[in-house]
């Protein structure tokens, strides 16, 4: 796996005086998109059914997972893990006051299985740093404990790939960058199973 980190001015105040710092802020480097065609001729190859059965089995598949989901169950995604919706929503205290309105949010949460954790733990990183001004400066080679976090989709992912862990501070061109300790926004989980 690739990672880049990317020297970059944060802040962590809105004071227009504020400097900012500069820090080295990680997000994994992405690869190309693969579409759907693809994804099924190598699964179609993989299996030894032809391209035509793999595409209406996905599409079957996908629909049952759609139904399921949508109905409140959590659908297992073979060889992945597990699926489900959920809601983001503020509170009250009186009953009277519950509204569908209170709903900020609803949410695809993913819960990975324990053989793709494995998989995941076990792959070597690879982070390649660049100083402010584009220029590659250093290049490290993963030998930490690779411990999965485990937060059932509470992290939102930034514009850059970040995980949402850590002191909050905004980057120059307004984005949102995430160093050190950890944080989670508020807001209740409706539609666990």
Same mark, same amino acid.
């Given at each position: ?151 059932? #989709? &509470?992290?939102? *992912?930034? /514009? %850059? !790939?970040?995980?949402? =862990? #850590? &002191?909050?501070? *905004?980057? /120059? %061109? !307004?984005?949102?960058? =995430?160093?050190?300790?950890? *944080?989670?926004?508020? !807001? ?6």
């Amino acid at each position: 796996m690739r990672v880049k980190a990317i020297e970059k001015k944060l802040k962590f105040t809105k004071d227009p005086n504020d400097a900012g710092v500069y820090r080295y802020v990680m997000s994994p480097e992405q690869y190309s998109s693969l579409n759907q065609k693809k994804v099924i001729k190598e699964a179609a190859l993989r299996s030894g059914v032809s391209q035509g059965v793999m595409q209406a089995c996905w599409d079957a598949a996908g629909e049952v997972i759609k139904a399921w989901a949508t109905e409140g169950h959590s659908v297992a995604l073979p060889g992945l893990g597990t699926m489900r919706f959920g809601l983001r929503s503020k509170s009250v205290e009186d009953v009277n006051k519950v509204k569908s309105n209170l709903i900020t949010s609803r949410r695809i949460i993913f819960t990975p299985d324990s053989d793709l954790k494995d998989e995941l733990k076990n792959t070597s990183v690879v982070i390649t740093c660049y100083d402010r001004n584009g220029n590659e400066v250093k290049r490290v080679t993963s030998d930490d404990d690779a411990e999965i976090e485990e937060d059932g #989709g &509470e992290h939102q *992912s930034s /514009e %850059n !790939g970040s995980t949402g =862990n #850590g &002191e909050n501070g *905004s980057t /120059e %061109n !307004g984005g949102s960058q =995430n160093q050190g300790g950890n *944080s989670n926004t508020g !807001g209740g989980d409706l539609g666990q199973n």
